[in-house]
């Protein structure tokens, strides 16, 4: 079961926006495994990719259309990644954005392809082709809630967010879905994330906004250290509310609407970590007092891999020294063992050099037997913090991933 995380059902509509949604039946016949969003004319894309160099052919069609012309659809399958696939999956990508276009009387290129699913096989394509209409004659402003069910794999329930709010009198909303539970590892962390507006936002700031927000959220999240070949967030600005457009960043319009966008991209960052396969533990890994970025997330992120760390945590083992070995062992240069702190929530377990005088065993082991809490570094050698989320490491994960081709 995920932590803590409700199902949205009842999302705002986003004016400007419509989705439609069918069912192939690519991999299960349940619920859709095709989603159509279609924009209005004054709508502006931007978008994030994984840099798996293996990225998946919708992955570099996305790129190449983004560059060429103006977005108007976006068409998403589960299922399948077509990831692996060579020649034949980029002309099958193709040939999807090509029978999306002709149904939506639009060119090409403003489609962008989106799949996720198995590696390494061709798309089923009679099964894509023969349910795009139905996803078109679906279509309606209302539909994010089966959008959240549509791009799931082996998420346990659906993610979504969604806000209204005012700037200078009129009302803007923000809805999004996020999925992904497994192959969860920055650059990016599988997931797929759309994230919406009616705000009219300039082009080149929203790819701005959209890369940083970006980075600091489902670039900051990780379950098992995989990347994935088809990682892509994409963020959508209608233009639709009744605003100027937001050029200037420095603007005070553009800072609230850039807060609020920073809650949708956090929230559905975490939701893939809540959901993390055979999760049971949300976990906060703070990094404090380095040198530099770069060094922070090395030691953060070697905390967040350790088998033996998120082992331990499942097991809710206050083995503390498994967390001080992953932080010694981080490749960090000129450590000083004795202005190092480690903390559980806020019980300290290292301090000068070892373990905490004032720290009891079952001190930590309270901490550990919830189900969310934080792991804080203090490295006492600089001003730079980053903060990573992860899981722990259970049963099911194994049991998921060696399952999850039959």
């Known amino acids: 079961m995920p932590v803590n995380l409700p199902i949205l059902k009842e999302f705002h509509p986003v004016p400007g926006l419509e989705i439609g949604f069918a069912n192939a039946g690519i991999k299960q016949t349940k619920r859709p495994d095709l989603v159509l969003f279609k924009l209005s004319d004054k709508a502006n894309v931007a978008g994030i990719f994984t840099l798996n160099a293996f990225c998946a052919a919708p992955v570099q069609i996305c790129k190449l259309h983004l560059a060429e012309a103006k977005p108007k ?132 700031l929203l790819q701005k906004w959209c890369s940083e927000l970006g980075d600091r959220s489902f670039n900051r999240i990780t379950v098992d250290g995989d990347t994935s070949t088809n990682d892509s967030c994409m963020l959508m600005a209608t233009g639709e509310a009744q605003i100027p457009e937001i050029v200037d960043e420095a603007s005070e319009s553009a800072q609230l609407l850039k807060e609020e966008l920073k809650l949708a991209f956090d929230y559905l960052a975490q939701a893939i970590v809540r959901d993390g396969e055979g999760a049971t533990k949300f976990v906060t890994i703070n990094v404090m007092e ?99 989320w992860t899981t722990d490491l259970s049963h099911d994960y194994v049991s998921i991933n060696a399952d999850y081709r039959s």
């Open 73 to 204: 659809c976006l068409i998403v399958n589960t299922g399948n990644a077509n990831a692996g696939t060579g020649e034949q999956g980029f002309q099958d990508a193709l040939k999807v954005c090509g029978e999306v276009a002709d149904l939506l009387s639009i060119n090409i290129n403003e489609v962008l392809p989106f799949s996720t699913g198995v590696i390494g096989e061709p798309l089923p394509m009679d099964k894509i082709l023969k349910a795009l209409p139905d996803s078109k004659s679906s279509l309606a402003e209302d539909s994010w809630y089966q959008a959240s069910m549509g791009i799931m794999t082996t998420d346990t329930q659906p993610k979504g967010y969604s806000k209204q709010f005012e700037i200078d009198g009129v009302n803007i909303t923000i809805s999004g879905i996020s999925k992904g539970a497994g192959m969860i590892m920055p650059n990016m962390a599988t997931m797929l994330g759309y994230i919406a507006t009616d705000a009219p936002i300039d082009k080149s």
């Open 290 to 388: 380095c040198q530099n970025q770069k060094e922070a997330l090395r030691i953060g992120y070697t905390v967040a891999h350790s088998p033996l760390v998120k082992t331990a945590l499942f097991a809710s083992d206050a083995n503390w020294g498994r967390i001080l070995a992953a932080v010694g062992r981080s490749g960090v240069k000129n450590m000083d063992l004795n202005a190092i702190q480690i903390y559980l929530d806020d019980v300290c377990i290292v301090r000068d050099g070892g373990r905490a005088k004032d720290y009891t065993e079952a001190a930590g082991a309270a901490v550990l037997k919830q189900d969310e809490l934080a792991i804080t570094v203090k490295m006492g050698r600089g001003d730079a913090t980053e903060t990573i």
